[in-house]
């Protein structure tokens, strides 16, 4: 119990091995082999996309009531489009079977998987808030490269990840347009915006820090990551390459 709020903390917190949820006690992967776990391929592919499909896995575990709470939010107030990997939906109540309470209270589920009941819609947004929060928009400098610090950039190569956040700070761009925003578009082709970004780079030569970021380096081809990471390195300022990827935890069968 908080001593001074006295609100219950929701999920408890405790240390644990860390080992591989078991995914076969979901109804939807019960007959999900390790070796189609571990394909980077299969992850992508079975990807939780719509409430039909997450039905799917989770079956008659939870109750309707929590798919209605999800699929109101869906339509009245999300931001981001929905998009889980397996892999990722397997870190949600991870050691017992998901029940409905249990999943309201996962925190990883609220991360990835808001519903409407999760969002206080009696309290009115700051006057300050905005889809492109942090004004990264408002600083491009080239189509998707933001020079906000003197000798730092964010260069967003891409506008998708291999899995959406649900209260993603750069729903602006990323992802799908959902019922309630419509989502920011790049308007040259790959080449030429990443060739925008590397002359001006060439031309500024204060800038030593780049954050090759997106969306998610994890869905750029390898081929064309790397490039781009050489042609970066190959300009005399640039000092510090940062690859900045969530695949990590949410697929990292990308990575291995």
């Known amino acids: 119990m908080t001593e001074h709020t006295g609100l219950e ?5 405790a240390r644990v091995e860390l080992v591989e949820p078991d995914w076969t006690r979901l109804p939807g992967w019960q ?21 039909k499909q997450l039905r799917a896995v989770y079956g008659d575990l939870l109750e309707d ?8 939010d869906q339509a ?4 981001m489009s929905m ?40 309290w009115p947004s700051h006057p300050h808030a905005t889809r492109d929060s942090l004004h990264e928009h408002d600083m491009w400098v080239a189509e998707g490269l933001t020079h906000r610090y003197p000798t730092k950039v964010l260069a967003e ?14 729903m602006d761009l990323v992802g799908n347009s959902t019922p309630v925003i419509d ?16 002359d001006y780079l060439r031309h500024n030569p204060g800038v030593r820090d780049v954050v090759v970021s997106g969306g998610d380096v994890a869905n750029m081809p390898f081929a064309r990551l790397e490039a781009f990471v050489d042609q970066l390195l190959d300009i005399d300022n640039i000092r510090d390459v ?7 935890m949410g697929l990292p069968q990308h990575w291995l």
């Not at 903390?9 to 917190?13: A, S, V, W």
């Not at 009245?76 to 931001?79: F, L, M, Q």
């Not at 190569?157 to 750069?170: E, I, V």
């Open 157 to 170: 190569l891409l506008p998708t990840c291999p899995q959406y956040c649900g209260h993603c700070t750069r």
């Open 76 to 79: 009245e107030r999300a931001t």
């Open 9 to 13: 903390q929701p999920y408890p917190y």
């Open 183 to 198: 989502k920011l578009k790049f308007n040259l082709k790959p080449v030429d915006r990443i060739e925008a970004m590397l």
């Open 242 to 248: 940062r690859l900045a990827t969530k695949a990590l």
């Open 65 to 72: 009531r929590f798919y209605d709470d999800l699929e109101r």
């Open 31 to 51: 007959d999900v082999t390790a070796q189609e776990w571990e394909s980077v391929q299969w992850q992508r592919a079975h990807c939780v996309k719509n409430l």
């Open 83 to 122: 998009l889980m990997p397996p892999q990722m939906v397997n870190t949600m109540v991870p050691h017992t079977l998901p029940t409905t309470e249990l999943m309201y209270a996962d925190p990883v589920r609220r991360y990835m998987l808001p519903v409407f009941s999760d969002r206080r819609t009696d």
